[in-house]
């Protein structure tokens, strides 16, 4: 099938991260309803701990806010695989063990390489189009900078790229390269973000009840007894990361490299997108590339004539 | 008496224009040469389908030991312990990378050079492709660096998809990034090639040719005595059996010849070109089985027919083009031709694989000296998909693969992984090709 070449599309989002806190999860929800919305893309889903049920619970996210679609956008969309880091499995998390959402991931190898995948889908991006979102350690970042010819890509495609400092730990030389070596500017969201921007916990009862099975509320359920409210670093960096000139934070100082401050006024409205986005319900997609099937059928035959 | 003499490998029957290479002989083995010294070279081809495959008659449900294998498959399940089929590999330089529509000719330019193609129809570019790599080196103990074959439209001009040049469509192997190798059509241009003096006849000079109906084997009969009168009893089995194989295929062109002029006298095929895609498949593959087995090349690629194709297949009832046929929008009878297409393809390369099998060379078959790779630019034709590209290597390298497996790597694993390996194995070393990430893992015996 052919395709025209689309117009620019809103920012592109790689979101890089452990899936092992409940924020990680909210900041996943929270890209498909901008997804949803058309105010970002979802270009990559990465896992950076060797969790095959997290890999799978981002998978079947994808494919429960896919469902409201149907007809030839259903028969042509794609579902890029989940980057899943490879090693030693690591512990599954509370949050998914008892999960059994659809999905298409049945082993590894039903996943990708997160640096590879990464790359490829940047090399898909506009030009300074796309923002990478991390949340957790900076291992798949750091296999990603070692590839041949990717920090060019990174720059070129790349314009931002967020942190959220609450697993980087886990990894300190692969942080230590990525603030050394990262080529566009970073912005982190220090532990006081998280913890100053509660995603208050009551919203999953409410927001979410829609869908009697929705991942997100189980998985909210499952991390945790409730009633809690979840600090928010993955969600911050998510929402700072698509709108950046939205006034939702302050920066601080200038350069390179620089952190997320709570604007105290912005508080409640950073909340309200939190639980916008987070609760979003799937919408009907429309093709990403107009289905044209009548000009491909006459292409065809004007071939078939010509061959004759 | 036990001697070192042995005869030269690159021994050649000459006499009037003509040169036969001759297929590896015991004679060609010195009495006291190590066992290394006289293993016989790798050779590597690429044979390529366009259009995609019906990919639910495809890969086996199961990983490891091949056993039953799907539909489109079935003709290569007795030959099975030879094959490895491989799940996942990607190209993701064929995708469109914000190049809009173009996948067929992005897919195909993309195949073996491991780029994206420049979305032009004038000053095309890709880049050099991995078997004019290996050519360039392994190249220069053969008469031929590497030939390409094909068997449909070889136009190189006009835009033959969406925008990109019908070279990007029409061609598997690049010279440079600007430079294609078209592929050679005509069974009896290639059968000249590999036998004549490297002079092509004309029209005439060849129908003046053709009213004596002379062998190439009768002018290099005498060569052929002197030979024969050296050898044991197992090399003039070995050299009657190539001799009749070559004497086949010139009976094959003539009739092909004969039955073209018959149809039409004044047709513009060229004039070896049989008719029926059997016929001309079976040509071009027994050429090849000669071409390696008396080691003019050591690398082929055979385009089978052009990406994005209409050909119709009346051959099996089919008179529907190929390309239109793959964008079946997922109705049973139209992926059910495609399939049958599909089949047909991988019966006519099953059949090639069976002869490559019964060539003893060595302590093994022509066929475990060889990679030959069969598979296709695009997985689902219908969507165009790049990712889990139907791939399979047909021979075991040189002794190295553990065949008769598939192996499913992880999704995204870009197929020039797969380039990197087989490059070890042809002896040319290099750290990385088009997006490569690594060599391919998991295929050796250890």
Redesign the interface.
Known sequence: MQFPIPAKPPVGIVFDSAMGRIDDVLALAMLHGFDGKDQARIAAVCVSRADLQAAQFCDALGRFYASATSGPAAMFMRFAPIGLADGKPAAASVMFSKAAYANAVKNINDTADPATLIRNELMAQYDQNAAVVLSGPATDLAKLLDMQGVKEWIARKVRLLCVADNGLQADAAAAEKVFAEWPTPIVTAGREIGEALPFPGDSIEKDFAYENAHPVAGAYRAFKPMPYDAPSWAMAAMLYAVHPNDGYFKLSGTGHHRELIVDPEQKDRIIRTYIEMASAKPVPRKPRHPVDEKKDEKKDEKKVEAGK | MITKKSLPRRTFLRGMGTAVALPFLDAMVPALASATTTKPPVRMAFVYVPNGIIMNGWNPEYEGTLGELPRILKPLEQYSQDITLF??L?H?TG?????????HGRCCASYLTGVQPRKTVIDIKAGVSFDQIVANQVGKATRFPSLELGMEDARQAGDC??GYSCAYTNNLAWKSETQPLPPVLDPRALFERLFGNGLALTPAARARENLYRRSILDFVSDDTRKLETGLGPTDRRKLDEYLSSIREIERQIEKAEKDNTQIDPHMEKPYGVPADFAEHFKLMSDMMTVAFQSDLTRVITFLVTHE?T???YREIDIPD?H??LT?H??QPDLIEKVTQINSYHVRQFAAWIAKLRTIREGDGSLLDNCMIVYGAGLSDG????HEDLPTLIAGRGGSHFKSGRRI???????MCNLYLAMMDRMGVHVE?FG???GRLDALDLT
């Open positions: 799940g996942n990607t993701n995708r469109a990378l914000l190049d809009g529509a173009g996948d998809d969406s994005g209409s050909r119709p083009g390309h239109p964008h929008r997922n219908n969507r165009h998909l499913v790597y992880r999704k995204e694993t870009p990385h997006d490569s990430t």
